[in-house]
């Protein structure tokens, strides 16, 4: 198979098709939510989570005063506030009242949960060290919420320019049955009218 170059600019777009996010944060009286799909697992126990939020999101400030957040997992029946949220700042815009979505108290951290996301992890900043260059945050997960009403959730991934995966069908018996043909998930994209932006 003949290979060909690919963009350097574009490379992001081969590796982030993480699981979308909704991170809520509280700063001075004001709670904001922005979407975010730059993150990855470091540990297992306690949970670490290295998150990238950009010094020019409005969450970023919020989350260097206050060294807190909750990490609010949607599923796809929450697309359009996903994309909605991506595509507006929280300086100008109450993002629970205009994307209608309904903020739970916390138990550990001021940020409110999102009780239409099917799981909310609720963080405090574990390390900063990268956080100057890179932006680059280091997440405890400290208490964890789940609804146990929802099986098998449909997750979003981003894969940038409004392009999506979703997460589905699990098979994993089928998997320890030695079927490798049959995928863990069923994907298939969706695009959205306007790019997930860098949400604020």
Not at 45 to 73: D, K, M, Q, W, Y
Not at 78 to 98: E, P, R, T
Request: aromatic residues 10%.
């Amino acid at each position: 198979m003949a290979k060909k170059t690919y963009p350097l600019s574009k490379v992001y777009r081969l590796l982030e098709p993480g699981l979308v996010v909704l991170v809520t944060t509280a700063h001075k009286d004001k709670v904001n939510i922005m979407t975010q799909s730059w993150h990855t697992m470091m540990e297992f126990e306690p949970p670490l989570v290295g998150c990238v939020i950009s010094g020019r999101n409005h969450s970023f400030n919020a989350l260097v005063a206050t060294r807190e957040c909750v990490l609010n997992i949607p599923s796809v029946e929450l697309a359009k506030q996903v994309v909605g949220i991506g595509n507006c700042s929280g300086k100008k815009v109450d993002k629970f009242k205009k994307f209608k979505l309904t903020p739970l108290p916390a138990s550990q951290v001021e940020p409110p949960l999102i009780a239409e996301c099917y799981a909310n992890l609720e963080c405090k900043v574990a390390d900063t060290w990268m956080v100057n260059k890179y932006n680059f945050f280091v997440l405890e997960v400290i208490k964890a919420w789940i609804d146990p009403a929802m099986k098998n959730p449909r997750t979003l991934h981003h894969q940038g320019k409004g392009v999506f995966m979703v997460g589905g069908r699990h098979d994993q018996a089928a998997f320890q049955n030695g079927m490798s043909d049959v995928a863990p998930h069923d994907f298939y994209r969706f695009y959205n009218n306007h790019a997930l932006g860098n949400s604020e």
